[in-house]
């Protein structure tokens, strides 16, 4: 199931753009896989909120968590380089990315459901309490115990291929052995203090001496999001995930 599952993400975010029309398209995904039993799903409801879910709040009869990154092309982040707001270009990609998470979930729900298993899923963004800015369900913090990364000073997910991308992920009654989490950071700054270049790319000041003001980053998206709300949710930023060393790689990576 595990080949299935991979190819399934994969071909079907390949096929995406044919099928319906969009302006992004995305490399290869990554995908890794947790034990819903992993003590560290616990440790979130102190981490993150008492409220956040576990696996088997999603699926009572979960076997193991799916999480996948969704890179995009380069041109995506390139456009988001310059200026205090986003590009279209990535603002559209966030939309469009949000939309393919939803529809891929689906499809792979639907296509386990033809081999006897079941899946649960939740939205890819907009699932979190609009005062507190806590998500029940954190796609981030869920990939980081499924292996799929480690966590950058802005609290960004760094993967194999960067930090540009998406992340989906869905719990299934599927018995898959879990992906070894890195042993290894993948930040230059938590690795040995040479990058601080996501806290100095911040275009709202959120990211002070490594301390994150969630407040003042939601602002700035809500200030996206007001600028191209023709094309859908867009509340977004990411001008710390651009133009910085892990945008498209692990920079950490041995050489």
């Not at 298993?117 to 507190?132: M, S």
Request: charged share 15%.
């Amino acid at each position: 199931m595990r080949t299935l599952i991979e190819d399934f993400i994969t071909d079907y975010v390949k096929s995406y753009p044919a099928l319906t029309g969009t302006v992004t398209s995305w490399l290869d995904p990554l995908v890794a896989y947790a034990d819903p039993a992993d003590p560290l799903f616990n440790e979130l409801k102190t981490i993150i909120s008492p409220s956040h879910l576990l696996p088997a709040d999603l699926l009572p009869a979960a076997r193991t968590v799916v999480a996948y990154f969704l890179p995009f092309e380069p041109l995506v982040p390139e456009s988001n380089i310059s200026g205090r707001l986003s590009s279209k270009t990535w603002a559209t990609a966030y939309v469009e990315t949000n939309t393919l998470i939803a529809d891929l979930n689906r499809s792979l729900t639907t296509e386990l459901a033809k081999h006897g298993y079941k899946a649960a899923t939740l939205p890819a963004t907009h699932d979190f309490d609009r005062v507190k800015l806590i998500s029940t369900w954190s796609h981030r913090h869920v990939a980081y115990i499924a292996g799929l990364g480690k966590f950058g000073l802005n609290n960004m997910l760094i993967t194999a291929k960067g930090c540009c991308g998406r992340i989906g992920t869905l719990v299934i009654d599927v018995p898959i052995a879990k992906t070894a989490r890195p042993n290894r950071e993948y930040c230059l700054y938590k690795l040995n203090g040479s990058c601080t270049a996501c806290q100095d790319r911040c275009v709202n000041n959120a990211l002070v001496n490594g301390v994150f003001d969630r407040q003042k980053c939601w602002a700035m998206c809500r200030e996206n999001a007001a600028q191209f709300q023709h094309l859908g949710p867009a509340s977004v930023c990411g001008k710390c995930l651009v133009g910085v060393p892990c945008s498209f790689t692990n920079p950490a990576a041995p050489a």
